[in-house]
């Protein structure tokens, strides 16, 4: 079953919108998914790319410290991640003392219910709308997650959304600079192969390699390589690149351009 796959390991992540910054603008409070997973190649991936093969999914309520890139889950949505794959929108109110957030499907919970094929998908679907309709809160002091029964966020959401709304682009910024693991992703422990054909990945995968994939090869494997061996990476990405000719060669230097940046700050 493992040929039907790429070796390649695609990491990404994604953030909803309801993005909230606190009071003092250095915290924010977001939505995310993250998974890791293999494209399908040869005749598994016809006749529109084949379904990928997930060796990791996560989601949940993040709190990223913007000062120290520090990146702390508050809350689990492990039970939605197979659903996050579609448009998700989060109302959050951060609070000094908590955070309340309702996830809200950008689509309509029954439209879900009609892609199902079995009754136990479809009482899956309706636990989980029933779970995720209400509105719940993590005590910043207690540090747990609790139900807000009695409580209309429609209310008072106003008070605090746009105020301390927080900017997708400007966030993803942030979550640039947070090292990969603190996703929960080791490369070697989610997908074992040895580190050289991972380096091989960073070298050679440039326009079809995921970003987020080569963030994670610097800093779990090319970051503990000694100086000479960083070089003779880049050695090698500059062979590569000078054997290519025309939109090749153009593609490779767009799209290797980070990474060969981030390598030579490591010397």
Same mark, same amino acid.
């Given at each position: 079953?493992?040929?039907?796959?790429?070796?390649?390991?695609?990491?990404?992540?994604?953030?909803?919108?309801?993005?909230?910054?606190?009071?003092?603008?250095?915290?924010?409070?977001?939505?995310?998914?993250?998974?890791?997973?293999?494209?399908?190649?040869?005749?598994?991936?016809?006749?529109?790319?084949?379904?990928?093969?997930?060796?990791?999914?996560?989601?949940?309520?993040?709190? =990223?410290?913007?000062?120290?890139?520090? !990146? &702390? %889950? *508050?809350?689990? $949505?492990? #039970?939605?991640?197979?659903?996050?794959?579609?448009?998700?929108?989060?109302?959050?109110?951060?609070?000094?003392?908590?955070?309340?957030?309702?996830?809200?499907?950008?689509?309509?919970?029954?439209?879900?219910?009609?892609?199902?094929?079995?009754?136990?998908?479809?009482?899956?679907?309706?636990?989980?709308?029933?779970?995720?309709?209400?509105?719940?809160?993590?005590?910043?002091?207690?540090?747990?997650?609790?139900?807000?029964?009695?409580?209309?966020?429609?209310?008072?959401?106003?008070?605090? =959304?746009?105020?301390?709304?927080?900017? !997708? &682009? %400007? *966030?993803?910024? $942030?979550? #640039?600079?947070?090292?990969?693991?603190?996703?929960?992703?080791?490369?070697?422990?989610?997908?074992?192969?040895?580190?050289?054909?991972?380096?091989?990945?960073?070298?050679?995968?440039?326009?079809?390699?995921?970003?987020?994939?080569?963030?994670?090869?610097?800093?779990?494997?090319?970051?503990?390589?000694?100086?000479?061996?960083?070089?003779?990476?880049?050695?090698?990405?500059?062979?590569?690149?000078?054997?290519?000719?025309?939109?090749?060669?153009?593609?490779?230097?767009?799209?290797?351009?980070?990474?060969?940046?981030?390598?030579?700050?490591?010397?």
């Amino acid at each position: 079953m493992t040929s039907c796959y790429s070796d390649y390991v695609h990491l990404r992540y994604e953030t909803y919108h309801g993005a909230q910054w606190n009071s003092d603008h250095d915290m924010i409070a977001f939505v995310a998914s993250v998974s890791a997973y293999q494209k399908a190649k040869g005749i598994s991936s016809f006749p529109d790319g084949g379904t990928p093969n997930y060796l990791f999914r996560d989601a949940g309520l993040f709190l =990223l410290d913007t000062a120290s890139k520090q !990146l &702390t %889950k *508050l809350a689990d $949505f492990n #039970d939605l991640a197979e659903l996050m794959k579609n448009r998700w929108t989060a109302d959050i109110i951060y609070t000094d003392t908590a955070i309340m957030y309702k996830l809200k499907p950008n689509s309509e919970w029954d439209l879900y219910l009609k892609w199902v094929n079995s009754k136990e998908d479809s009482l899956k679907i309706l636990h989980l709308k029933d779970k995720y309709v209400r509105l719940y809160q993590y005590n910043l002091m207690a540090e747990q997650n609790m139900i807000c029964n009695g409580i209309d966020i429609e209310t008072i959401k106003q008070d605090y =959304l746009n105020k301390n709304k927080a900017n !997708l &682009t %400007k *966030l993803n910024g $942030f979550l #640039d600079k947070v090292p990969v693991a603190n996703w929960g992703i080791e490369l070697k422990s989610l997908y074992p192969k040895s580190e050289d054909k991972y380096i091989k990945d960073l070298i050679y995968v440039a326009k079809d390699g995921s970003p987020l994939t080569k963030r994670a090869i610097i800093e779990q494997i090319v970051s503990k390589r000694s100086k000479t061996e960083k070089q003779d990476i880049l050695n090698a990405m500059d062979k590569h690149k000078n054997g290519l000719d025309g939109l090749e060669r153009t593609e490779y230097e767009l799209y290797s351009k980070a990474t060969y940046e981030q390598i030579k700050e490591l010397l």
